[in-house]
């Protein structure tokens, strides 16, 4: 490994640590599910469950290093603006990584180190988010909505952490709306955000691809629609989400039509961007349509699986199409999805399929396999790409 080629971007440094993280994080999961059904893990040394362990590790301590890898090197380009200095993204890294560590060693040794890893973590965000606005500040494009969109959904997920210590403080009713807030005001409006900018500029990008439409206004709509979800959630009124998710599900979906979904299929990578956003729109169909079981007072048959195919099919389906993007691209390789990653990217939709049946029919111990699947999805996707980061 060369420490030269891996601090000399900013996404050669936070995706190899949020890979890492990511991979730890879902072998912790995997491991708890499978000792809920056999018994053969280590319990956690912190009162905290493992349902909001694996919510506060997954939207605040994986997401944030994939976020900030991207935008770093992103915003240089959609702002006409300098690249980053080291000194505004290598003590993010640095602070994001240490707090990540420090979580684990507060999960399975010492409670304290909790505390201590959520405000590490948190001084890591503050810098990252400081380099971001240091780019915007000399950039030459100015006062475009992406970048604010993106900022508010960044300072609602600093808020989240903010919650987050609060919670761990002695203050468990904040559970839910951390995970809400972390959820539907910060890595759902950065993920539709980024979609919507992205998409459109990858097709551009593949030969033979015809120029496609991009709805005027539908970025806004989108947002509007997840933002009133996520207030809805926090109210407790999941019998009237149905009343926003189902038209939801229905734009994201047009979208997907304007941005020439069929036509991308034959191009491997633009497939994975478009095949994880059309998981947004499953997983807004399963919201609404569990919602209205609620709404019609029937019992809910699908418990956890729209949040799976949000979480897995969209939210980590779109990091690895990014993540595989920027990797190659950057040290000027061709824009492809290689052997092993189209395998592992369709690996990764089984999984999500898996754990959503595994909700829908519990008794058939799916979810041990599906969180197996998920890793092993992941480190074949680790495999081909975290050597692309560190080479030369």
């Not at 939207?59 to 240089?76: A, C, D, E, N, S």
């Not at 006409?80 to 240490?98: E, H, T, V």
């Not at 691809?209 to 989108?222: A, F, I, K, N, S």
């Not at 569990?290 to 949040?307: E, K, T």
Request: net charge positive; glycine share 10%; proline share 6%.
């Amino acid at each position: 490994m060369s420490l030269r080629a891996l601090t000399a971007e900013p996404y050669r440094i936070l995706l190899t640590f949020g890979t890492l993280q990511l991979l730890a994080t879902l072998g912790v999961w995997s491991l708890e599910l499978i000792d809920r059904r056999y018994g053969l893990w280590l319990p956690m040394a912190s009162g905290v469950t493992p349902g909001n362990v694996h919510g506060l590790l997954m939207l605040y301590g994986v997401f944030p290093f994939f976020i900030f890898g991207f935008l770093m090197t992103t915003y240089p380009r959609w702002l006409d603006a300098p690249a980053l200095r080291p000194i505004q993204y290598l003590p993010a890294a640095l602070l994001l990584g240490a707090g990540a560590l420090l979580l684990y060693g507060g999960l399975y040794v010492r409670t304290s180190l909790l505390a201590v890893g959520v405000l590490t973590l948190f001084g890591g965000y503050l810098w990252a988010w400081w380099g971001l606005w240091q780019t915007q500040a000399y950039g030459r494009i100015r006062g475009r909505w992406y970048e604010r969109y993106l900022n508010i959904a960044l300072a609602l997920g600093a808020g989240g952490i903010v919650l987050l210590l609060a919670a761990l403080q002695g203050h468990p009713q904040l559970w839910p709306v951390l995970r809400s807030l972390g959820l539907w005001g910060f890595l759902i409006p950065i993920l539709v955000t980024m979609s919507h900018r992205m998409l459109p500029f990858l097709t551009s990008c593949v030969a033979g691809t015809d120029p496609v439409d991009q709805p005027r206004g539908g970025l806004h709509v989108m947002l509007v629609l997840v933002v009133l979800h996520g207030l809805l959630e926090l109210a407790g009124q999941l019998r009237w989400l149905w009343l926003v998710d189902l038209p939801l599900a229905l734009i994201a979906a047009y979208h997907l039509h304007c941005w020439a979904f069929a036509r991308c299929l034959r191009n491997r990578l633009l497939a994975m961007f478009h095949v994880s956003f059309a998981w947004f729109v499953i997983a807004m169909l399963f919201y609404g349509a569990s919602s209205l079981q609620w709404f019609l007072g029937r019992p809910d048959g699908l418990v956890r699986a729209p949040l799976h195919a949000l979480g897995i099919g969209f939210a980590l389906g779109m990091t690895m199409a990014m993540g595989t993007r920027i990797a190659r691209v950057h040290i000027g390789l061709a824009p492809v999805a290689t052997a092993p990653v189209w395998a592992a990217f369709w690996t990764l939709n089984l999984a999500a399929l898996l754990r959503i049946l595994a909700e829908i029919f519990p008794q058939a111990g799916l979810s041990p396999w599906a969180g197996v699947l998920l890793v092993m999805a992941l480190l074949a996707w680790a495999a081909h790409g975290l050597p692309l980061l560190l080479k030369r």
